[in-house]
């Protein structure tokens, strides 16, 4: 059974700094791309990073560029998001998601394109808001 657990998610002020963390299990972890997803209240969700299984490629959403970081550790099976300069407009369910490798989620969300929703697993969601 494919499990994706999240942690790490609160309350922070602007400016501060959080990090997400996600355990997997239940797959083959190295041959997942994985990815933060978040959705904000009433809004559709937004791919907001991606790893590739082996780590050498990496996806950011213009928005968060320079100020969050994506990793994994392959060796654990869990993957990060560390969150720096967090803005209001950050505030967000923020989900772990895993995407076989073979859809190729890194090419896809460099033009603008989601996955086949039938290819990816979800965690549970974990909360962030900014808010002074």
């Known amino acids: 059974e494919v499990q994706l657990v999240e942690s790490g998610g609160g309350l922070v002020q602007p400016g501060g700094s959080l990090r997400l963390s996600c355990a997997a299990s239940?797959?083959?972890?190295?041959?997942?791309?994985m990815s933060w997803v978040r959705q904000a209240p009433g809004k559709g969700l937004e791919w907001v990073s991606a790893i590739a299984g082996g780590g050498g490629s990496i996806y950011y959403l213009d928005v968060v560029k320079g100020r969050f970081t994506i990793s994994r550790d392959n060796a654990k099976n869990t993957v990060s998001l560390q969150m720096n300069s967090l803005k209001p407009e950050d505030t967000a369910v923020y989900f772990c998601?895993?995407?076989?490798?073979?859809?190729?989620?890194?090419?896809?969300?460099?033009?603008?394109?989601?996955?086949?929703?039938?290819?990816?697993?979800w965690g549970q969601g974990t909360q962030v808001t900014i808010s002074s």
């Open positions: 239940g797959f083959t972890f190295r041959s997942y791309d």
């Open positions: 998601a895993a995407v076989p490798d073979r859809v190729g989620l890194l090419s896809r969300l460099a033009v603008g394109r989601a996955p086949p929703s039938n290819d990816v697993y």
